[in-house]
């Protein structure tokens, strides 16, 4: 294989290594031929009916991971079984199905090419490399392979070593109008930095990419959330380029990752741009991303933004713009947080001003701390909202010596997200990166006394501070082993454990063990099998099935999308007939990411005596208002969903994506964390 992967679109050359490796893959294929009969014609087209016996049997295999009953699928005439049973392992993810799938990056028809192509990607192993290359067409130069060439660069992306990275990123024979090969190219380079390989010449494809509007919109869109998301790279020099496209860019999606990047400058050309678009932008999505830019640059310059950012409306820039403040706030300006915790305000943003305050009033300050800190506590005890009182703990965590109050309070409350909370905000104290220096001589006792909390959170056996106390407890530089004589809590308490209903604190408890027992590769369990498609209910819905969500800001109406999730939608189906959803909240707001909810305990560790399979297939987080399942892991789903407010590429291919807002994505931009469901039906 040629080092730079010229990719040709019209003027072929000859690869010999690719010419040999293609003669060796004719053999596969005649034996993929054999399954057709000469007097058969030969079939040509995709069809997911889910009434099709044989169909539902392939997706039952998927559900059960029975890997060797979908192989011989693989060679089956009808390319609807070829292409289901490839398209199964991306979500199984088995690196067993590697040499198989290989055969079906020959097939004769594209969709089947492509599946096969994503399964390996989605496989993520290196063994699959040289392989998508081999079955890369090189001479395709009437683009009749050009979706299954797009598949495999973004395949490459996901699973080929850092050897394909400088040829993925030289590739310039492709034309501006040659769109969906561009796209491939930009996933791929995209893929790879979201696995942290980055190239100087990827990145200054990536700029060409996002900075140059010849380019078609999708490619500048992917290009500009590599820029977004690629960590490292060194934007220095190209700060004049993207700020031009920044000010200029009409698409808000490609804005709001622009923003990020030209964070990433540090340069006052980028800071100029950011402050005059942050005052003529009119989507708060991209205002949210500014303020978090401004992180980069020194705090007087973007002071007065930030400020008049707190006083926004809109609560998602309020809390960003608060949130700047608990990140990159100054000692000096301690006190004026804590004169704005107490201004008029919503009380997420009090209290995220409160634990701005604490985090920065200079400790020797001994009266303001105490003062603080004691508003916190008065401000906990009288709120009625739970989530109120986790922000209180959570303001209050960033004062060590709270610890007590914290255990006291927390961890006997009846409210799940409340005990959960509290072990978070003792964990957060434990971190302290100056734990030794702030408790001074105490440190040791205190530190024990800590440790005694984290083994009672996880003997009083519930799940969520379970999960938080096993997580902390390994991490190496807090070197828990010297204070622990032993693990026996740990292993009783995995024995109590639920399954497949508390898989995820499963899953946690024992990487703990394995770390103090110095077990390597940590292997998490799988769920077994417990939630068979309804294949009735499947084929039931109406072919624009809607559901219905509503809350006190208004109703969210979600498309439905069986065709791609069909045991995901049939389990949505069954809980909303069954009215689970109704009174749960949503128990998690990210500005500019995402609403959560569904959770049975409302901390996000909730779920029920069984899980479902991930179902991954071909898609992109690449607009706003998809709906995915929330997961702690490949298959350990259940009844927690998400709604992002703008694209989310990097969670493509790990969590399924199961409906879309078909109406009321302004209502979705209004959702505060502990809004309530108060209704989901199907329409």
């Not at 960590?231 to 220095?236: D, F, M, Q, S």
């Not at 065709?563 to 069954?574: G, L």
């Not at 997961?631 to 879309?660: R, V, W």
Request: net charge positive; glycine share 4%.
């Amino acid at each position: 294989m040629h080092k730079h992967l010229k990719t040709q679109t019209h003027d072929p050359v000859t690869f010999k290594p690719l010419r040999t490796l293609k003669l060796l893959l004719f053999f596969p294929l005649l034996l993929l031929s054999r399954c057709v009969l000469p007097t058969e014609e030969a079939l040509t087209e995709v069809r997911l009916d889910f009434k099709d016996k044989t169909l539902q049997k392939l997706y039952d295999f998927q559900d059960r991971q029975l890997i060797d009953s979908l192989f011989p699928f693989f060679r089956h005439r009808d390319p609807t079984y070829r292409f289901a049973s490839a398209m199964a392992f991306a979500s199984i993810k088995d690196p067993r199905a590697v040499d198989s799938l290989n055969l079906l990056l020959n097939d004769p028809v594209e969709k089947v090419k492509v599946a096969a192509a994503y399964a390996m990607g989605q496989i993520g192993k290196e063994a699959a490399e040289d392989k998508l290359i081999a079955a890369f067409d090189q001479f395709d130069t009437l683009a009749l392979s050009k979706y299954a060439n797009a598949a495999i660069l973004e395949a490459v992306g996901k699973c080929a070593s850092e050897k394909y990275l400088e040829a993925l990123s030289t590739i310039s024979t492709y034309r501006l109008t040659d769109t969906v090969l561009l796209e491939g190219q930009a996933w791929g380079l995209y893929r790879y930095a979201l696995r942290g390989m980055t190239s100087k010449e990827g990145t200054e494809k990536m700029i060409a990419f996002a900075t140059n509007k010849d380019y078609p919109q999708s490619v500048r869109f992917i290009a500009a959330n590599y820029l977004f998301r690629a960590r490292k790279i060194k934007l220095a020099g190209y700060e004049k380029a993207l700020a031009e496209s920044f000010t200029k860019e009409e698409d808000p999606r490609i804005r709001m990752s622009l923003a990020i990047a030209l964070g990433k400058t540090k340069s006052p050309t980028a800071l100029n741009s950011l402050i005059y678009q942050y005052h003529i932008e009119n989507d708060y999505r991209v205002k949210c991303n500014i303020l978090r830019a401004f992180g980069n640059f020194k705090y007087a310059l973007v002071l007065p933004t930030v400020l008049e950012a707190v006083k926004d409306e809109n609560l998602h820039i309020a809390l960003s713009a608060v949130q700047f403040f608990i990140l990159h706030g100054e000692p000096k300006e301690a006190s004026n947080y804590w004169r704005r915790a107490k201004d008029p305000a919503p009380w997420q943003v009090q209290l995220a001003f409160y634990a701005a305050a604490n985090r920065h009033m200079p400790v020797y300050f001994v009266d303001s701390k105490k003062a603080i800190n004691w508003e916190l506590k008065k401000r906990f005890e009288k709120a009625n909202n739970p989530y109120e009182k986790v922000a209180a703990i959570k303001a209050l965590a960033e004062h060590g010596w709270n610890y007590r109050f914290i255990k006291q309070f927390a961890f006997p409350s009846d409210i799940p997200v409340m005990r959960t909370a509290g072990m978070e905000a003792l964990a957060k104290i434990c971190r302290m990166p100056n734990f030794r220096n702030f408790f001074g001589k105490n440190y040791w006792r205190i530190k024990k006394e800590l440790t005694a909390y984290l083994v009672e959170g996880i003997q009083d056996s519930d799940p969520g501070m379970m999960a938080v106390a096993a997580g902390v407890l390994r991490e190496p530089n807090l070197k828990f082993q010297e204070i622990l004589d032993s693990l026996t809590f740990l292993k009783v308490a995995l024995k109590k454990l639920a399954l497949p209903r508390e898989i995820e604190t499963y899953n946690e408890l024992k990487k703990t063990l394995d770390y103090f027992d110095g077990v390597p590769n940590n292997t998490p369990v799988k769920p077994k099998f417990s939630h068979p498609i309804d294949w009735r209910l499947v084929n039931s819905l109406k072919e624009n099935e809607q559901a219905l969500i509503k809350t006190s800001k208004g109703e969210i109406r979600l498309q439905l999308l069986p065709k791609i999730a069909p045991a995901t939608v049939a389990n949505f189906v069954e809980l909303i007939n069954k009215g689970f959803y109704d009174g749960k909240n949503f128990h998690r707001v990210v500005p500019n990411f995402v609403i959560q909810g569904g959770c049975p305990r409302g901390d996000g560790y909730g779920s029920l005596d069984y899980t479902i399979r991930s179902e991954l297939p071909y898609l992109h987080y690449d607009a706003e208002g998809y709906v995915g399942m929330a997961s702690a892991g490949n298959h350990t789903e259940c009844t927690q969903f998400f709604i992002t407010h703008s694209p989310t590429p990097h969670l493509d291919g790990n969590y399924t994506i199961f409906a879309k807002v078909a109406e009321g994505m302004e209502v979705v931009h209004k959702i505060e964390v502990g809004d309530r469901m108060e209704e989901v039906t199907l329409q």
